[in-house]
């Protein structure tokens, strides 16, 4: 089966670098480029940090690279926060990265890839300005991308930053209107969803009793985010956010969708909310998961990883 071309679009953060590790294990995607954004940190840690999870996965050949965005279209960034440890992969200390890969410009790299169709397909888990600049730059890009897929949003729950908004969405509420407002079609994976799947202890006893260098790697940050969600959230282990959004793009039975119109609140108290219903006034027709198939999408996403660490074992 043809594997299909796609950019993944990423401010690791732990779940980010395992949803990259879970895309890359997948014999369905042919990841073309991943571009880097700010958000769970700088958007230079966001690079490095990818360049180091590129490096302990063994992989090759490895994806073209870009770095993007390092602040929102039109506010300032967040307050820094340490979520996903100071240096955005579970204090695992990596440093900088030893292994020199050609950083290319972000928005440049993904514009020159989807106009020569080696990308057909988005997968964006950081906040959306390197999304919405892609869009700016060229007016054919969106009859060129088949689909995106987006992790963000709280549609019917409460915000993970704001009583109102989530994360990705907040960082940039005018980039994530250009988006959903462009004729790309969009699949919304939102935190309705995602904070129904958790990960917890006992799903990592493989990872914890290999010495693998990615496994251990793994291991130590999935350990990190387990730990910080049962201090912080009270929750029994840690959200998949990211590697949902992947896992939605591989297999169209991990979620059921329903499709709606999605408006976005820019100004006041509600800044970054995202708002299902047609009185929105917001972009018609999106896609967003409704619910998910836990077992399913674990079975798939720990195999994954399991897989990859074999293979780079052997
Ligand atoms: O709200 C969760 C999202 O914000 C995830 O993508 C996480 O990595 C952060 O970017
Ligand atoms: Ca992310």
């Given at each position: 089966?043809?594997?299909?071309?796609?950019?993944?679009?990423?401010?690791?953060?732990?779940?980010?670098?395992?949803?990259?590790?879970?895309?890359?294990?997948?014999?369905?995607?042919?990841?073309?480029?991943?571009?880097?954004?700010?958000g769970?940190?700088?958007?230079?840690?966001?690079?490095?940090?990818?360049?180091?999870?590129?490096?302990?996965?063994?992989?090759?050949?490895?994806?073209?690279?870009?770095?993007?965005?390092?602040?929102p279209?039109?506010k300032?960034?967040l307050?820094?926060r340490?979520?996903?440890?100071?240096?955005?992969?579970?204090?695992?200390?990596?440093?900088?990265?030893?292994?020199?890969?050609?950083?290319?410009?972000?928005?440049?790299?993904?514009?020159?890839?989807?106009?020569?169709?080696?990308?057909?397909?988005?997968?964006?888990?950081g906040p959306l300005?390197?999304?919405?600049?892609?869009?700016?730059?060229?007016?054919?890009?969106?009859?060129?991308?088949?689909?995106?897929?987006i992790m963000g949003g709280a549609l019917f729950i409460k915000g993970n930053i704001t009583p109102y908004a989530e994360f990705n969405i907040y960082n940039d509420p005018e980039a994530a209107k250009?988006?959903f407002?462009?004729?790309?079609?969009?699949?919304v994976?939102s935190l309705d969803?995602t904070q129904?799947?958790?990960?917890?202890?006992?799903?990592?006893?493989?990872?914890?009793?290999?010495?693998?260098?990615?496994?251990?790697?793994?291991?130590?940050?999935?350990?990190?985010?387990?730990?910080?969600?049962?201090?912080?959230?009270?929750?029994?282990?840690?959200?998949?956010n990211?590697?949902?959004?992947?896992?939605?793009?591989?297999?169209?039975?991990?979620?059921?969708?329903?499709?709606?119109?999605l408006g976005i609140k820019l100004n006041g108290p509600q800044r970054g909310r995202t708002i299902v219903?047609?009185?929105t006034?917001g972009?018609?027709?999106?896609?967003?998961?409704?619910?998910?198939?836990?077992?399913?999408?674990?079975?798939?996403?720990?195999?994954?990883?399991?897989?990859?660490?074999?293979?780079?074992?052997?």
């Amino acid at each position: 089966m043809r594997k299909i071309g796609v950019l993944i679009d990423c401010d690791p953060g732990i779940d980010d670098a395992l949803a990259i590790l879970f895309a890359l294990a997948s014999d369905k995607l042919n990841v073309e480029a991943i571009t880097t954004v700010y958000g769970n940190v700088s958007v230079r840690q966001s690079t490095d940090n990818l360049i180091n999870i590129l490096e302990i996965s063994g992989l090759r050949p490895l994806p073209e690279i870009g770095i993007g965005s390092a602040r929102p279209l039109v506010k300032k960034r967040l307050e820094k926060r340490e979520v996903h440890g100071k240096d955005g992969l579970g204090d695992t200390s990596l440093g900088r990265p030893r292994k020199t890969i050609e950083i290319k410009d972000g928005v440049e790299l993904a514009v020159s890839k989807i106009l020569s169709k080696r990308i057909e397909y988005i997968i964006a888990t950081g906040p959306l300005t390197n999304i919405a600049e892609i869009i700016k730059t060229n007016p054919k890009i969106p009859d060129l991308v088949k689909r995106i897929y987006i992790m963000g949003g709280a549609l019917f729950i409460k915000g993970n930053i704001t009583p109102y908004a989530e994360f990705n969405i907040y960082n940039d509420p005018e980039a994530a209107k250009l988006v959903f407002d462009s004729k790309i079609p969009k699949t919304v994976v939102s935190l309705d969803v995602t904070q129904r799947v958790i990960l917890e202890r006992s799903d990592l006893t493989g990872f914890k009793k290999d010495k693998e260098r990615l496994s251990r790697f793994i291991y130590d940050i999935a350990n990190f985010a387990i730990c910080y969600h049962r201090g912080f959230r009270g929750v029994k282990g840690a959200y998949l956010n990211d590697p949902l959004c992947v896992g939605a793009a591989l297999e169209g039975k991990i979620c059921e969708y329903k499709k709606g119109s999605l408006g976005i609140k820019l100004n006041g108290p509600q800044r970054g909310r995202t708002i299902v219903g047609e009185e929105t006034g917001g972009a018609q027709d999106i896609t967003y998961a409704e619910s998910v198939n836990v077992d399913r999408f674990k079975r798939l996403f720990l195999g994954s990883l399991k897989k990859i660490c074999k293979e780079v074992a052997s």
